[in-house]
């Protein structure tokens, strides 16, 4: 199953800068994703979230440009280092880190 992300939903973070995520996402996401989805930071101020195996296929994306050029480099760098594994609770809660709070 392919899993888009799509729609527009109202959100609040609370005060431990925790989101949830709609349950019809939760709903979708593979086993093999075992709860766990990867945030990081996207273009235009956005974050960006991806369950795990969809994270797995960026990475190999990433993998494939090439690192000679340096707008590449510098690219797969600001994606990855921010990369962060959310496992989410039994209320579907993920604690948004406060290093990409400040960005979004």
Not at 71 to 99: E, M, W
Request: some cysteine.
């Amino acid at each position: 199953m392919n899993l888009s992300f799509t729609g527009e939903y109202e959100y609040s973070l609370d005060q431990k800068n925790r989101l949830i995520i709609p349950a019809r996402f939760r709903k979708a996401l593979s086993e093999a994703n075992n709860k766990t989805f990867v945030l990081t930071r996207g273009l235009d101020n956005c974050l960006m979230l991806y369950p795990l195996n969809e994270w797995n296929n960026v990475e190999m994306q990433l993998g494939q440009l090439s690192t000679i050029k340096e707008k590449n480099r510098n690219f797969i760098r600001n994606v990855v280092r921010y990369a962060t594994h959310l496992k989410y609770d039994s209320q579907g809660r993920v604690a948004i880190p406060t290093t990409l709070l400040v960005h979004s």
